[in-house]
């Protein structure tokens, strides 16, 4: 351990991450949205901030070469299940999952297509590293899906986790802090400087903690609400009684059926009132 408590990988028996990207050959993929984070310190940081490891499941998505893996692994955790599209990678994971027996688990698919729900034993806490060309895709069905999950510690670039916690009348507030406040409380961690990965990034990235609510913070259809907050933001500068138009209805009386006024734009609005709304609707 480091001073901070930190796992020191030094001592997991494997080789420098560095030295493992070289002998496989695992230069980053940009059209796999890859950026390996190499930093031992951060990686045990991530896997320390994803709380209590040593039962259920943690799944990990795009692992690459394995540097969270480790951290994982080395923090405790029961079972690790990572998702891998990268072929390449999986000569690395596999010493990996030689150190650490019965404790790893690789599949390569798309964790697009994956049921999380179908994973492992509960409970499930999702830790990773996320791709930024499918990030918010991937967050969007996992929150259909928080039924079957107990946590996720996530890093995204700086700007989607702005997002995430955005408050009303902000510019950054819009269907994606709709959604995952609606369901989950949401906890920016610390930033990562982009010096931390190879190849370097153009962008700082986040990680957040969102952890489900034991009931969404109102009543709502999650199709419904999905598809007010996609009219309402799809065009945020007009008022509400014009961008809910497209819904197929009135949007004046959609308004008053509410009990939200039809002048009011899109992002002055409260997640209780987008909700009232799904309602209403």
Partial sequence: MSDDGTPDLAFDG?????????????????????????????TGRIARSAGPLDQGTVIEIGPGPGGLTRALLAAGARQVIAIERDPRVMPALAEISARWPGRLEVREADALEIDVASLGEAPRRIVANLPYNVATPLLIGWLHRLDAIAGMTLMFQKEVVDRLVAKPRTKDYGRLSVITQWLCHVEPLFDINPRAFTPPPKIVSTVVSLTPRTAP?????????????????????????????????????????????????????????FCAIARAL
């Fill in 14 to 42: 494997l080789p420098p991450l560095r030295d493992v990207i070289a002998r496989h050959d695992l230069a980053a993929k940009k059209s796999l949205g890859q950026n390996f984070l190499l930093d031992l310190n951060l």
């Fill in 217 to 273: 913070l109102a009543e709502a259809d999650f199709a419904t609400l999905e598809r007010v907050t996609a009219a309402a933001f799809g065009q945020r500068r007009k008022m509400l009684r014009a961008s809910l138009k497209s819904l197929g209805g009135d949007g004046e009386a959609l308004c008053a059926a509410a009990g939200v006024a039809p002048t009011a734009r899109a992002e002055e609005l409260t997640v209780e009132q």
